[in-house]
């Protein structure tokens, strides 16, 4: 697959550092309405003396018609134009790269504050399906991440620091937007279908602002998207899976990777504090929460197949015991190797041989393909060209210099 690359940095990048930018720092600090929820911003208007309703118009205005200039808000009176105008803004995070495969794939990088760490990736993945084609967009929730399971790329850096609202609808706006810069406004139409929140970080370690965008994700003054069609990916913070039972109806993945606690342990550290019995607790009552009418009637498996590591046969007995009384549907992940990875991907016959056991017990399990690959889109590979500054990184480094030293002196 051959791609077009499109370095977007250079003129951004120099203008942040350009002379004007002190006279820049000091000016008032405009509100950013792009990620707001629909209460958030009702009450904005209201503690400005609007009336709330101007909420929702704004909110089409951003989502739907991808406007970031209040002048083309047709339907808001001048006046209140020209106060949104004084101190607000809508700003989606700076794209420094991105990356549109031929195969329909696209990344964005996007810059989420000062210094090279400071960059997180969305990965879109249109693919024909039989309700149609779907466009599944692929969220970051943190820069970096705090949890350090031992096959993640991303985990590897260490946590830097959470997105806010803006940085993770922005990803959504940002890529519906692609597609629409160049039809007129009134024309511009929504055309991700998917939202998978498993791009970098924990979403349930950054739990107020995560909420709030799926909020903006289901809202039909927003993206209007279906309960089903945004799912939340999670290693496993049981208290806050509870949380969001209770406060937003979209659906659950488990990353989960291991059938047992000794192996879990090991891949998912976040095991030790929540292990296997209380995890598939939490998944149960999720389901238990009416699970006839919601998107609750399964939960999704996530499992990456590492080789040696957990694609034995006896792993597969493990699984099919573990999810007995557990509505779900498992997604066996290929591992997207990258560079000093303590890990080799499963072979095809492996993986194969492992989807086998598991349906003939009964359960729907498919095997993810990886695409993008060519763009580093591949999921676990969303770290790409972000530089690793945190102290995790460097130790991560020392280790992987004193292995190949120890590989060096053996010849
Ligand atoms: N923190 C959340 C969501 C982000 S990770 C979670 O862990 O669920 C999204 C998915 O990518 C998870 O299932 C994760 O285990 C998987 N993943 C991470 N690194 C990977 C790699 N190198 N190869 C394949 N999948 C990987
Ligand atoms: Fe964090 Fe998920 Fe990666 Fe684990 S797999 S380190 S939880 S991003």
Not at 16 to 27: G, I, K, L
Not at 29 to 40: C, D, F, H, I, T
């Amino acid at each position: 697959m051959s791609t077009e690359v499109v370095a977007v940095s250079a003129v951004s990048a120099e203008q942040q550092q350009s002379p004007s930018a002190p006279a820049q720092q000091n000016a008032v600090e405009k509100v950013n309405l792009l990620g707001m929820s629909r209460p958030q911003m009702e009450k904005f208007f209201e503690d400005m003396g609007e009336k709330k309703f101007r909420a929702g118009q704004v909110m089409k205005w951003i989502h739907q018609f991808f406007v970031t200039d209040f002048a083309e808000m047709t339907n808001i009176s001048g006046k209140l134009r020209e106060k949104l105008e004084k101190i607000c803004e809508i700003k989606a995070p700076e794209v420094v790269h991105k990356n549109y495969s031929k195969d329909g794939t696209r990344k964005w990088v996007f810059r989420v504050g000062d210094g090279e760490g400071s960059l997180v990736e969305t990965v879109l993945i249109p693919a024909e399906h039989r309700s149609g084609l779907r466009c599944t967009l692929c969220i970051s929730s943190q820069v970096g991440c705090a949890l350090d399971c031992s096959f993640c790329s991303t985990g590897k850096q260490g946590f830097q620091r959470d997105l806010n609202q803006a940085e993770i609808i922005g990803q959504l706006w940002m890529a519906n937007y692609s597609y629409m810069e160049d039809v007129p406004v009134l024309e511009r139409e929504r055309s991700v279908t998917n939202v998978v929140m498993m791009g970098m970080g924990e979403p349930l370690l950054n739990y107020d602002a995560v909420l709030n965008s799926m909020r903006t994700m289901l809202d039909d003054f927003a993206y209007g998207m279906s309960k089903r069609r945004v799912t939340l990916s999670t290693s496993g913070v049981v208290p806050k899976i509870d949380q969001m039972v209770k406060d937003i109806d979209v659906a659950l993945a488990i990353s989960l990777h291991a059938p047992n606690d000794e192996l879990r342990n090991k891949l998912v550290p976040i095991n030790k504090k929540y292990p296997l019995e209380q995890l598939i607790a939490a998944c149960k009552r999720y389901i238990e929460k009416d699970g006839n009418e919601s998107s609750r009637k399964h939960v999704t498996i996530e499992y990456v197949m590492l080789d040696g590591v957990n694609d034995h046969p006896e792993h597969a007995q493990q699984m099919i015991k573990l999810l007995k009384n557990l509505p779900s549907k498992i997604n066996l992940i290929p591992f997207n190797p990258f560079p000093h990875a303590p890990y080799g991907r499963s072979s095809r016959n492996r993986i194969i041989s492992f989807q086998k056991t598991l349906s003939d017990a009964g359960f729907v399990c498919t095997i993810r393909q990886t695409r993008g690959d060519d763009i580093d889109a591949a999921c676990g590979q969303l770290v790409g060209q972000v530089a690793d500054r945190t102290r995790r990184a460097e130790q991560w480094k020392k280790k992987v210099a004193q292995q190949n030293e120890i590989l060096r002196s053996q010849g």
